[in-house]
Nanobody
Framework: QVQLVESGGGLVQAGGSLRLSCAAS????????MGWFRQAPGKEREFVAG????????YYAGTVKGRFTVSRDNAKDTGYLQMNSLKPEDTAVYSC????????????????WGQGTQVTVSS
């Protein structure tokens, strides 16, 4: 059983940056793929980015490509989401998820989820 805990959210002005962390425990995080999702009030959960177990392959939603970077440090059992050039429309609760191998955009492909961290971007 993998437990995931996100951190690093907060309030930032448009154009600013934040780095989210996803700390894993209780399982073999280093052998699992990982994804980041977000959900804004009144909207459906949205895929943000995914990364394979080794970090050699990544996948991004079109809305964040070129601004966000997903990475991981398996030695620390931690994944990251570096968010640059933030926009007000990036405001949402961001959650990380882990899967055996899948790191695509379908949320149902993930087995474990964190509780989420709030990111608010002011204009």
């Amino acid at each position: 059983q993998v437990q995931l805990v996100e951190s690093g959210g907060g309030l930032v002005q448009a154009g600013g940056s934040l780095r989210l962390s996803c700390a894993a425990s209780g399982g073999t995080f280093s052998s699992r793929a990982m994804g980041w999702f977000r959900q804004a009030p009144g909207k459906e959960r949205e895929f943000v980015a995914g990364i394979n177990w080794s970090g050699s392959s990544t996948y991004y939603a079109g809305t964040v490509k070129g601004r966000f970077t997903v990475s991981r440090d398996n030695a620390k059992d931690t994944g990251y989401l570096q968010m640059n050039s933030l926009k007000p429309e990036d405001t949402a609760v961001y959650s990380c998820a882990a899967a055996r191998a899948y790191y695509g955009s379908n949320w149902s492909g993930y087995d474990y989820w964190g509780q989420g961290t709030q990111v608010t971007v002011s204009s």
